[in-house]
């Protein structure tokens, strides 16, 4: 009686982690869409590949471009999170001989997510008020306009490391 007890268990826990997973995907690939296009539109015009209307170095004229520079980091957010669901559901769903692989991947996501998550935020919510209260100091450093800042760094560092989650997940989805 207890193995069936366990099997309804499993089999429920197999259902959730399904619906879960179905659906953030289908989140994930939609938000993936809206952040893409709201980021292209907001490109910071500074950096060597800016020809005209530049921001120059220490960047504290950026703040003319708020918010439209900065819209796309809400739906990033909700972007990274929704990427950390499905590898949590992705790691309940394989099977027990690709766990570790999954669980690796989960790890990185974990990590991958506190970094893009920091950053975003950080770059949201501290920037743009420091600038609006005059407080310039370390901006230059932070801002998403400084090509050797801050921001660049982790956000590259951030998916960095949710590639290789997605390479160490890649196995979970082979052979039957």
């Not at 826990?13 to 994930?28: E, I, N, P, S």
């Not at 027990?96 to 893009?116: D, E, M, T």
């Not at 450093?141 to 490391?161: A, D, R, S």
Request: proline letters at 6%; hydrophobic letters at 50%.
């Amino acid at each position: 009686m207890n193995s069936q007890y366990e099997k309804q268990n499993i089999d429920s826990r197999k259902g959730t982690a399904q619906r879960v997973g179905f659906y953030t995907a289908l989140f994930t690939a939609l938000i993936t869409l809206v952040t893409f296009g709201m980021a292209i539109i907001a490109l910071p015009n500074s950096g060597p590949n800016c020809l005209e209307g530049c921001l120059e170095y220490p960047y504290l004229d950026s703040l003319s471009q708020y918010p439209i520079d900065y819209r796309w980091m809400v739906p990033a957010l909700l972007l990274v999170l929704a990427y950390l669901a499905l590898m949590a559901a992705i790691h309940t769903l394989a099977a027990p001989g690709r766990k570790v692989f999954s669980q690796i991947g989960l790890a990185l996501a974990v990590l991958s997510a506190g970094i893009l998550l920091s950053d975003y935020y950080l770059q949201f919510a501290v920037v743009p008020i420091s600038l609006m209260s005059g407080e310039a100091e370390g901006i230059p450093l932070l801002t998403q306009y400084n090509p050797h800042g801050v921001f660049i760094v982790l956000e590259e560092l951030g998916y960095i490391v949710m590639s290789l989650s997605f390479l160490f997940v890649a196995p979970v989805f082979t052979g039957k």
